[in-house]
């Protein structure tokens, strides 16, 4: 028997025993059914899915035109060490990791825009302050000052 196999036999008998539903496609996240919760740091998170190789390729029983994307199981093992063991990733785990990253990259995208807004504001205070310095120059109320160096 191939220890994916065996693997798949166990989580399937360990989800009758618990009563927790595990299929390839869905596993159970419910509240009653989980514990050891602990919070993630989303941007650490992050870093490491900018450095995770991911790939295409092909299972070794796959005909030739099948193709695959995603990271080699060892590599998101190293890289978040989340799962059973290194040659399989849940798709819970995928899942998570990839909400984990999104509401990380939508913090960034909301503090830049934050901090773009400020921009934006500052630039237009300086360019009212430069055409007030404009008007009262170009009325004659002060003589333009030369900047050392200049003609």
């Not at 984990?100 to 990259?105: K, Y």
């Not at 430069?130 to 000052?145: E, F, H, K, L, S």
Request: glycine content about 6%; hydrophobic content about 40%; overall charge neutral.
């Amino acid at each position: 028997m191939s220890s994916r196999l065996r693997s798949w036999l166990i989580r399937r008998a360990a989800s009758r025993m618990t009563g927790a539903v595990w299929s390839p496609v869905a596993s159970t996240a419910e509240q009653g059914q989980v514990q050891s919760c602990e919070p993630v740091n989303g941007f650490k998170l992050l870093d490491e899915v900018l450095k995770l190789p991911v790939s295409t390729w092909r299972y070794t029983a796959d005909p030739p035109e099948v193709r695959h994307l995603g990271p080699m199981a060892q590599d998101w093992w190293a890289a978040f060490g989340v799962g059973v063991d290194d040659k399989t990733i849940c798709c819970t785990d995928a899942n998570g990791v990839s909400i984990v990253a999104i509401q990380a990259l939508h913090r960034l995208l909301a503090e830049t825009q934050g901090e773009l807004v400020s921009l934006r504001e500052q630039v237009d205070l300086l360019r009212a302050r430069q055409d007030q310095a404009v008007t009262v120059v170009a009325q004659g109320d002060v003589a333009p000052r030369m900047v050392p160096g200049s003609r």
